[in-house]
């Protein structure tokens, strides 16, 4: 009778340890989660598609590129693991990671990244970073019609291989490869641009740390941790989510409230509501806000007009209204960007374009035959609805009326309106601005090429063409450096084709609590793909 009480004994005690959780119970880990707010959606996710913020914001966690740099300034490498190059620069050699697979467990090939080329070379495509593409053989003639894409001078003898031949050296080919016109699209889902494929989480695969589960058009999108990814281990979040927001207000609005974890990329005045705060970071960005005026528009074919506009504007004045994360420049290259030779700023090493003078201004539009302003026809300033850019508008118009006396006509637009009228120079005035794709000034500069898809203006000058050109196969550091400081002035300070206005510092809100957030030292913006929360 003891020994039967003793085993009904030690059967209650473990029916009781079970339910009570008696001795060591492991809890099962929290979701380490993100909310960042980012702007309205604008452009897709295919990288050989129309190319915008979104895709932008989506690409730096779910895509990896072949390799890129790191904050030291290092490589890092990605999707391949080596590369080689010949004696003179023309033949670039990669050699892909044979454990890399796509988040379906199909395996990532050279086929994946020959697949972005041919598709982005299409103008159908509306790519605006294919002509990043013309340094490889044959590029630009397949972009043109006048080769067939067969003929494109990139070779993959096997999955693993990756063979680019160029037309020329170029000195800055790695820092190219970070562009999404080089990252690859899965072949087996990435078809046509524009089919849907790429915000459809059943065929949009990512080979990153992060693949698209959900894709909520205006609203939000969610990225989950991959885990076919071939470094899982290093990657801390299991999510991230992004919420599109219309406007900088409504970001700071939902930091406020607890709606998202990071607010990138706000208003000035968050400066002093979160001073001595640990939520308030700022960096640079490196990023260069500028109008584009329409060569093809009268009287802005007139060079007189132009040198005009640019010797009104008071900039100083201008960032004054604007706030602290604003400072004036009348350089293209971005004001924070780096030579990467030197350690200095790179527009710090040569005289300024020009300067600001107004009496020199009326006379040039005298000249051009608008005395005082008179006759001078309005003109129409398109820009997005954003507030930064709405307070930009008005200041200019003020400026032009009383320093001019011309008429400008507003024209706030949805950022996504903006950008296609852009693009299909259905513009007067239009507000553009610049953030580097990579660690190079190139990265400016060839955005006025003749050739250029980024050319939205009419901008056609040989002389030009010539000075980027040979920048591009200049080996000697500081010749390239004078090259290019020699077009940027012809550009801005002799032809004017755009008017600068000014660089900016990044105001961001990020939770104290969350880690292993980086910059990117290309574009300045900022990196998820290796953050934690403590």
């Known amino acids: 009778m003891k020994k039967i009480m003793n085993v009904l004994l030690s059967v209650i005690l473990l029916g009781t340890c079970i339910l009570s959780g008696c001795g060591k119970q492991e809890k099962p880990e929290e979701q380490k989660e993100i909310v960042v707010a980012t702007n309205s959606e604008t452009g897709g996710l295919d990288p050989a598609g129309m190319i915008a913020l979104t895709y932008l914001a989506y690409s730096v966690s779910a895509l990896d590129e072949l390799l890129t740099y790191n904050e030291a300034g290092e490589i890092e490498y990605r999707a391949a693991e080596s590369y080689e190059v010949n004696e003179d620069s023309t033949i670039w050699t990669f050699h892909l990671r044979k454990d890399a697979v796509w988040s379906d467990g199909t395996p990532v090939t050279s086929a994946d990244f020959l697949n972005t080329m041919i598709r982005a070379l299409d103008p159908k495509s509306g790519n605006g970073y294919a002509n990043y593409l013309f340094p490889i053989q044959n590029a630009e003639a397949i972009y043109n019609g006048e080769a067939d894409a067969d003929s494109l001078g990139v070779k993959t003898p096997d999955d693993n291989t990756l063979i680019f031949t160029l037309e020329k050296p170029c000195v800055y080919f790695l820092d190219l490869l970070r562009l999404p016109v080089y990252t690859p699209s899965c072949v087996k889902y990435a078809d046509e641009v524009g089919s849907g494929w790429d915000k459809n989480p059943s065929s949009s695969v990512s080979n990153g740390p992060f693949y698209l589960s959900e894709y909520v058009p205006e609203q939000y999108f969610v990225l989950k941790k991959n885990p076919q990814y071939w470094n899982a281990e290093s990657v801390k979040l299991d999510q991230i989510t992004y919420r599109f927001f219309d406007n900088q207000q409504s970001m700071a609005t939902a930091y406020e409230t607890g709606e998202v974890d990071v607010a990138p990329s706000l208003q000035s005045s968050v400066m002093k509501l979160y001073e001595g705060r640990d939520d308030l970071v700022i960096t640079d960005t490196i990023a260069t806000r500028y109008i584009y005026p ?70 040039l539009l005298a000249e051009a035959g608008y005395p005082d302003g008179e006759g001078f026809p309005t003109l129409t300033y398109k820009y997005p609805s954003l507030e930064m850019d709405s307070d930009t508008a008005q200041v200019i118009q ?3 009326k009383k320093n001019l006396n011309i008429s400008i006509e507003l024209s706030a637009q949805e950022l996504q309106v903006n950008y ?4 299909a120079g259905d513009f007067q005035l239009c507000r553009m601005n610049w953030t580097a794709d990579f660690a190079d000034p190139y990265t400016y500069l060839s955005l006025l090429l003749s050739n250029s898809t980024y050319n939205c203006s009419g901008i056609s000058d040989e002389k030009y063409d010539t000075l980027v050109a040979q920048s591009d196969v200049e080996t000697d550091p500081l010749k390239r450096a004078k090259l290019m400081h020699e077009a940027e002035h012809l550009a801005v300070g002799e032809a004017f084709y755009i008017i600068p206005l000014y660089s900016m510092k990044s105001c961001n809100l990020i939770r104290p609590q969350i880690t292993g957030i980086t910059q990117n030292p290309a574009t300045g913006a900022l990196e998820y793909r290796y953050a934690d929360i403590n």
């Open 294 to 363: 329409n060569l093809n528009v009268e009287p802005l074919d007139d060079v007189r007009v132009r040198k005009a506009l640019n010797l009104a504007i008071n900039r100083e004045e201008l960032c004054k209204v604007l706030g602290e994360d604003t400072e004036p420049a009348v350089n293209f290259i971005a004001r924070y960007m780096k030579d990467k030779n030197t350690g200095n700023y790179f527009v710090d090493e040569a005289e300024p374009p020009f300067e600001e003078n107004l009496e020199e201004a009326k006379q």
């Open 398 to 400: 003020e400026q032009l």
């Open 420 to 423: 296609t009228d852009r693009r």
